[in-house]
């Protein structure tokens, strides 16, 4: 059982926006602004997309924007395009390591 | 380029111990800016992370495979091991070496390896 709490899908069309939550707790995602995404293709391994709740690493697009509200992060998506359909992850890094049971996002 | 890769058998029978080693290249792994860890996913299902290593041998696993679990590190060879005991079908899984940063997320994978646990 993950310790981070994703909805098990999202969607949206070319274009839009999509937001995917991870909900933790105050001793994790609530406590610390310690909150990553990782984006996953069929097969690969996972790519680091946001980190310290909003912040970007160098090479991904700026269409990828983090954020969080109490108990809850959200990655929000925007302008959608193909390769954005992925399972994204979140993940706690403040001691436990945890990470979310994944959202696999669709683009239609 | 720092890169990652993992090396170890790819079938493992009930019962037995699991090893695999994580080779890094490109990057020295006594720095002391890194842990290094293992992450594993079942087929169809989501992360798991099992442990990690700082390069001057402390080890920090996760409580439900604490019991199993042992990670060490080759300096002299930029290597890091996993090794899990007692393995179970629910142990098939791809298991990922990777690189934290401290107080940093996971930023650099290995391309993961399939373990299947089958007699």
């Known amino acids: 059982q993950s310790a981070l709490t994703q909805p098990p899908s999202a969607s949206g069309s070319p274009g839009q926006s999509v937001t995917i939550s991870c909900t933790g707790t105050?001793?994790?995602?609530?406590?610390?602004?310690?909150v990553s995404w990782y984006q996953q293709h069929p097969g690969k391994a996972p790519k680091l997309m946001i980190y310290?709740?909003?912040k970007r690493p160098s090479g991904v697009p700026d269409r990828f924007s983090g954020s969080k509200s109490g108990n809850t992060a959200s990655l929000t998506v925007s302008g959608l395009q193909a390769e954005d359909e992925a399972d994204y992850y979140c993940?706690?890094?403040?001691?436990?390591?945890?990470f979310g049971g994944g959202t696999k996002l669709t683009v239609l | 380029q720092l890169q990652l890769q993992e090396s170890g058998p790819g079938l493992v029978k009930p019962s037995e111990t699991l090893s695999l080693t994580c080779t890094v290249s490109?990057?020295?792994?006594?720095?002391?800016?890194?842990?290094w860890g293992w992450i594993r996913q079942p087929p169809g299902k989501g992360l798991e992370w099992i442990g990690s290593?700082?390069?001057?041998?402390?080890?920090y696993y996760n409580p439900s495979l604490k019991s199993r679990v042992t990670i060490s590190v080759d300096t002299s060879k930029n290597q890091f091991s996993l090794k899990l005991s007692s393995v179970t079908a629910a142990d098939t899984a791809v298991y990922y070496c990777?690189?934290?940063?401290?107080?940093?997320?996971?930023?650099?994978w290995g391309q993961g390896t399939l373990v299947t646990v089958s007699s």
């Open positions: 990777a690189r934290r940063p401290m107080v940093a997320p996971f930023d650099y």
């Open positions: 490109g990057g020295s792994i006594s720095s002391s800016s890194y842990y």
């Open positions: 290593i700082y390069y001057s041998g402390s080890t």
């Open positions: 105050s001793s994790d995602v609530g406590g610390y602004n310690y």
């Open positions: 310290e709740v909003s």
């Open positions: 993940s706690s890094y403040a001691g436990s390591n945890g």
